[in-house]
């Protein structure tokens, strides 16, 4: 699976949206990117996923560029509990194993 | 309830001790996961169950772990002599073998080995 480069940490205004960047140079064309969040003291929560079509749903937007090396998800009006460590993963979808192979991920903290 | 759940959700263990974490996967869900986090880092994974069958077991970090499922629902993660440095959240999800092949995690348990 291609590796991914998120920030370290981000800032966002509560009510703002939250643009959270992700690189994945080396992705394949047969893998998505996923994104999963984890709330202190959570298990991991998935976000959203999206091959190379932009994806909407009711937690985030997921825009993927055209040569898809990148991606960023958007959270379009961040709660104080949004604050999380947000995971940006690239994996073929239907693999034989289906584990995810996690980063650092981006801490995002949400200020009132 | 309809999520994954683990148990216990705290374990403290003496060096040398054995230890069983059990999960408690979604009904029907076909894969079955564990991983390790460490503090500060993110989830590793340590091995995969399709059903019964333990299909990778690649990420399990010696011969003191091992993982078993023996009906294709709950599964038990056993560590065996434990060390200092097995402290860490163990993490279960779950996942069917349609659809988005999403993970759904459960809370972890937080070993700590003293």
């Known amino acids: 699976d291609a590796k991914t480069t998120q920030p370290t940490s981000m800032d966002c205004a509560e009510g703002r949206a939250a643009n959270l960047p992700c690189n994945h140079s080396t992705i394949s064309g047969n893998e998505y990117v996923y994104w999963y969040r984890q709330i202190h003291s959570q298990g991991p929560q998935y976000i959203i996923h999206g091959l190379k079509n932009n994806e909407t749903n009711e937690m985030a937007s997921l825009i993927i560029t055209e040569d898809r090396k990148s991606s960023t998800l958007i959270l379009p009006h961040a709660t104080l509990r949004d604050t999380a460590v947000y995971y940006c993963i690239v994996r073929v979808a239907a693999s034989n194993t289906g584990k995810l192979i996690f980063g650092q991920g981006t801490t995002l903290q949400v200020k009132p | 309830g309809a999520g994954v759940s683990q148990s216990p959700r705290y374990k403290v263990a003496k060096r040398g001790q054995d230890v069983a974490l059990r999960c408690d996967p979604i009904?029907?869900?076909?894969?079955l996961f564990w991983y390790q986090q460490a503090l500060g880092q993110g989830p590793e994974f340590l091995t995969y169950?399709?059903?019964?069958?333990?299909?990778?077991k690649s990420g399990l970090p010696s011969d003191r772990f091992f993982a078993e499922r023996p009906e294709g629902s709950v599964s038990t993660l056993k560590i065996q002599r434990t060390q200092q440095e097995d402290s860490a959240v163990y993490l279960c999800?779950?996942?069917?073998?349609?659809?988005?092949?999403?993970?759904?995690f459960g809370p972890g348990t937080r070993l700590t080995v003293l």
């Open positions: 169950f399709q059903n019964e069958a333990q299909l990778d």
């Open positions: 999800a779950s996942s069917s073998l349609t659809g988005s092949n999403e993970q759904f």
């Open positions: 009904s029907g869900h076909v894969s």
